[in-house]
T-cell receptor, first 111, second 116 residues
Framework: LAKTTQPISMDSYEGQEVNITCSHN???????ITWYQQFPSQGPRFIIQ???TKVTNEVASLFIPADRKSSTLSLPRVSLSDTAVYYC????????????FGSGTRLQVQP | DTEVTQTPKHLVMGMTNKKSLKCEQH?????MYWYKQKAKKPPELMFV???????INESVPSRFSPECPNSSLLNLHLHALQPEDSALYLC???????????????FGPGTRLTVL
């Protein structure tokens, strides 16, 4: 299983763009990169998934360099409600292999 | 219906009790999961059911017994738990369509379990 490393915590202000980087040096060829968001006392929520280059949806963008050994989740113009823990997961959920949550990044957005 | 429901929301039980946690989804998802999450820690996978068959058991103690009666329901039977088993128990589901790469799990709100 690919091990991931993320910053333990980050601080930002409302309206700023936040970039959270995840390192995954031993990513396998078939692995995807997936990000989840979790608020206190709630289940995690899927944000975005990608394999290479750039993926964008209505919530975030995911940047993956050619060597795929790292990835960056970009949250545009954060608000107070984006204060949460963000998890980077690497792998492929096949039913016989499952994803593992790393320790996550605690993002605090200030007014 | 695009949600995973879990009951009860809260559960307090003694070490000699037997109780069950229930999870339900009506999205046609064919993979279902149980996770355990302690405070300020990431979710830890316990079990995975794929097409109603147990496919992954992450060396969970036998005092936790999962059951998947049908494709919409997932139970976790609890017996003789220890105080250190107190945690948030999360259920999740995934569509699992063929060989398509899909890491999108839909999580329920969890059951907060306290073992006295």
């Amino acid at each position: 299983l690919a091990k991931t490393t993320q910053p333990i915590s980050m601080d930002s202000y409302e309206g700023q763009e936040v970039n959270i980087t995840c390192s995954h040096n031993n990513i396998a060829t078939n692995d995807y990169i997936t990000w989840y968001q979790q608020f206190p006392s709630q289940g995690p929520r899927f944000i975005i998934q990608g394999y290479k280059t750039k993926v964008t949806n209505e919530v975030a963008s995911l940047f993956i360099p050619a060597d795929r050994k790292s990835s960056t989740l970009s949250l545009p113009r954060v608000s107070l409600s984006d204060t949460a823990v963000y998890y980077c997961l690497v792998g492929m959920d096949t039913g016989r292999r499952a994803l593992t949550f790393g320790s996550g990044t605690r993002l605090q957005v200030q007014p | 219906d695009t949600e995973v429901t879990q009951t009860p929301k809260h559960l307090v039980m003694g070490m000699t009790n037997k109780k069950s946690l229930k999870c339900e989804q009506h999205m046609g998802h064919r993979a279902m999961y149980w996770y355990k999450q302690k405070a300020k820690k990431p979710p830890e996978l316990m079990f995975v059911y794929s097409y109603e068959k147990l496919s992954i058991n992450e060396s969970v103690p036998s005092r936790f017994s999962p059951e998947c009666p049908n494709s919409s329901l997932l139970n976790l039977h609890l017996h003789a738990l220890q105080p250190e088993d107190s945690a948030l128990y999360l259920c999740a589901s995934n569509l699992k369509r063929g060989t398509e790469a899909n890491n999108e799990q839909f999580f329920g709100p969890g059951t907060r379990l306290t073992v006295l």
